[in-house]
């Protein structure tokens, strides 16, 4: 167990910045999720800490130790890999029992240590089966297995659930929750799937273009967005960005609606952010303004509403129970007390 | 026309030329084997000898026994040698430097090279009078000052031996590293991760997965190598005296240069033999289902 230590790491290859002069401390048991879509150097941060990629400069520290010139096999991780990685000519027993064999574990010791691991993820009944006659869950818990049959300084997870199918991915990540909670070992998680980072992590680090936009709780991720990137990438439906600005107080849409009051500056273009869950459905004439639906989706557990609202179309979330048709009109009111402005040449947040 | 009929059909010319060409010729040369079968008589005078050629191979002649200890040392070498370096060259070039594309187009350029011509480059580069490996080998181990390669009887084997390595490595190295590279690359990376160095690493991880590739690798090179005639006809034709005689040498030495056309066959459906088994292994390994 130990903290890692991120100082000004940069990957380049070329001209092209994968991750860009990255600094970031992860505590002592801390569950860590670097989220963001592809391509943003999530995914290469955590193959630096493995070892498996060499930084163009900075350091990585875990524990006491720099680590930037040991072998992946020195720096005492363990880390699950998106494709799993097992060893296809090994049985199950083998795949967990492997790290015990080539760290020179006593014989004696790595049965009774494999089980424990297997039993951990409800494997013991597979052991001597060959990876390709598992299931893809099965896969990944073998996967689990050999990386907590160690106790490793850190636990570095690429992507395991993304090649699980969507019902198995969401018992699997309570699943990972129970163990990372049961091991209290510090752990590095890489997504791009938000439900993951908000459900998994102590600290989620949004990244985009190599560099962190965001590093706080997901509470503070979800509600306190730092920039329009995180308040787009984190939520479902996405939060609605609305362009504006703001006149006498007041926000007002390019189409020249005036909305609700806003406490800020007046300012020539702002972007607006409002989640679906903030925006109320009325009926017309009701809210602050009036809306044409332009499609209506019943998930079941609630309703979502796309209206066209101008030139831009906003969702909004209605009741479970409410009942419309295309191009009917309805009411939407904005909730003052979770609007968002940003800039929209900086991106980021203004605060009031 | 049914469908049914038509599908024989189409294939009917295809089969033809197998049966003209692969066929009919094994057939025959295994009705050959069990007649005198001399090129200067006539067919009347070419009766059936029963296993009598057999039987002349294994008890009346040691050249034949000597040409299938030749046959199977040079196999043993040359396969083993080969695939060695071969793999060792693959796993050099494998993890994809920029030189890799480059170097596996110069890999290649030997492999295009007729068997015959390395046979004669060779002999022409071990003349004891103007020979570059000669003057070379001559220069670094004086041991080897001076003397004629192609006229000792170890060292004329051990040209022909280099001169199939050099040959073959290019190919089976490209093998290789299509091997190599069909490797999953997480299961090299989760060993590393999970605590394996170099040795270990290739040892437990990449060469069991590695190994149905180094086994067609193996079973094609010792195919080829049990065949081997051209560049040792080029290179050494058999000698000195009988020391490079492969079986395929023996045989083209009996059956056209003697005329006993019958025994040639017999000697040749013997080396048909572990042929077969070596390509049903072959098969087997190629066409393996997953």
């Not at chain 1, 020179?104 to 494997?123: C, H, M």
């Not at chain 2, 490797?183 to 605590?195: K, L, M, S």
């Not at chain 2, 045989?251 to 003697?258: P, Q, T």
């Amino acid at each position: 167990m130990a903290e890692v230590v991120l100082k000004n790491l940069t990957k380049r290859w070329g001209g092209f910045v994968g991750v860009d002069n990255q600094s970031l401390h992860i505590a002592d048991k801390e569950f860590l999720v670097l989220l963001g879509p592809s391509g943003c150097g999530k995914t290469t941060t955590m193959r630096m800490i493995a070892g498996l990629e060499e930084p163009s400069s900075g350091e990585i520290w875990i524990g006491e130790r720099m680590v930037n010139d040991d072998l992946p096999k020195d720096r005492d991780v363990a880390m699950v890999f998106q494709n799993y990685g097992l060893y296809p000519h090994m049985s199950v027993f083998d795949n967990i029992a492997y790290p015990l064999k080539v760290r020179g574990t006593p014989k004696a010791d790595i049965a009774p240590r494999v089980r424990a691991a297997a039993e951990k993820v409800e494997l013991t009944h597979l052991l001597d089966r060959r990876p390709k006659a598992l299931s893809g869950g099965q896969r990944q818990r073998v996967a689990l297995a050999r990386a907590i049959v160690r106790t490793p300084q850190v636990f570095l997870m690429d992507e395991p659930l993304s090649n699980l199918d969507a019902k198995l991915r969401v018992s699997m990540r309570a699943e990972l929750k129970h163990l990372s909670r049961e091991l209290q070992i510090t752990t590095i998680y890489v997504t791009h799937d938000q439900i993951e980072a908000m459900t998994l992590a102590d600290r989620v680090a949004v990244m985009n273009h190599g560099v962190i936009q965001q590093l706080g709780t997901p509470d503070e991720i979800y509600n306190d967005p730092a920039n329009l990137f995180v308040a787009g990438f984190i939520g479902s439906p996405a939060m609605n960005l609305i362009d504006g600005s703001i006149r006498e107080g007041h926000f007002v849409t390019t189409g020249g609606t005036r909305l609700t009051a806003v406490r800020a500056a007046d300012r020539a273009r702002v972007v607006l952010g409002v989640r679906a869950d903030d925006l109320r459905v009325s009926e017309p004439g009701e809210g602050d303004i009036d809306v044409p639906i332009y499609a209506f989706e019943n998930t079941g557990e609630a309703t979502l509403l796309t209206v066209q609202w101008g030139q831009q179309r906003v969702i909004a979330r209605g009741d479970r129970h409410l009942r419309k048709e295309q191009n009917d009109i309805v009411g939407l009111s904005l909730n003052p007390d979770h609007l968002y402005l940003f800039d929209p040449d900086t991106g980021r947040r203004l605060t009031a | 026309m049914r469908d049914n009929t038509l599908k024989y059909l189409l294939v009917l010319p295809a089969v033809l030329l197998v049966f003209a060409t692969a066929i009919w010729p094994l057939v025959e040369s295994l009705r050959l084997s069990f007649t005198v079968g001399r090129l200067n008589r006539p067919p009347s005078l070419q009766q059936y000898i029963g296993f009598e050629n057999y039987t002349w191979a294994f008890l009346e002649e040691p050249a034949f026994w000597n040409s299938v200890w030749v046959t199977l040392a040079y196999t043993a070498v040359t396969v083993s040698l080969t695939t060695v370096l071969a793999l060792g060259l693959a796993l050099l070039l494998a993890p994809g430097g920029r030189l890799r594309s480059g170097v596996q187009t110069l890999l290649i350029l030997p492999f295009a090279m007729s068997p015959a011509l390395i046979g004669v480059s060779f002999r022409f580069m071990f003349n004891p009078e103007f020979g570059l490996f000669d003057a070379f080998f001559g220069f670094f181990m004086p041991v080897f000052a001076g003397v004629s390669w192609l006229a000792d009887p170890v060292l004329a084997f051990a040209v022909c031996v280099m001169a199939d390595i050099w040959g073959w490595i290019p190919f089976l190295t490209l093998v290789l590293i299509g091997g190599l590279s069909s490797i999953p690359r997480e299961t090299i990376e989760a060993a590393q991760v999970d605590g394996a160095g170099g040795w270990r690493l290739f040892r437990d991880v990449t060469l069991p997965q590695l190994a149905p590739v180094l086994a067609v690798v193996v079973i094609l090179k010792s195919i080829f190598s049990l065949k081997t005639f051209d560049q040792v006809f080029m290179l050494t034709n058999g000698g000195p005296g009988t020391a490079t005689q492969t079986l395929s040498h023996y045989i083209y030495f009996n059956g056209l240069k003697y005329g006993q056309i019958g025994y040639a066959a017999s000697v040749a459906w013997l080396m048909v033999i572990p042929m077969i088994f070596l390509t049903y292994a072959y098969a087997k390994f190629v066409f393996r289902k997953d």
